[in-house]
């Protein structure tokens, strides 16, 4: 969990990045918020990917900004 929240506040910053959580609702995690998809205990990885496709965030990001991908685009 600490992994995902750093890498939320370091591509949205805290206050916003705890907004979307707790109120955009995320298709690839059943219509649900980030929020309540953790509580329902959906791995942060994959909400976390969710909120970056809703948001598009460019893929290079999802590892966080200093750490790119190195396996043909997969965050997980």
Request: one cysteine or more; a negative charge; glycine letters at 14%.
């Amino acid at each position: 969990m600490s992994e995902f929240w750093r890498l939320v506040e370091e591509e949205f910053g805290s206050g916003y990045g705890r907004v979307l959580i707790d109120s955009h609702v995320l298709a690839e995690v059943g219509y649900r918020t980030g929020g309540e998809a953790l509580t329902a205990g959906v791995a942060p990885r994959e909400v976390w990917r969710a909120l970056c496709v809703e948001m598009e965030v460019p893929k290079e990001r999802w590892l966080g900004k200093d750490r790119p991908i190195r396996d043909g685009g997969r965050a997980d």
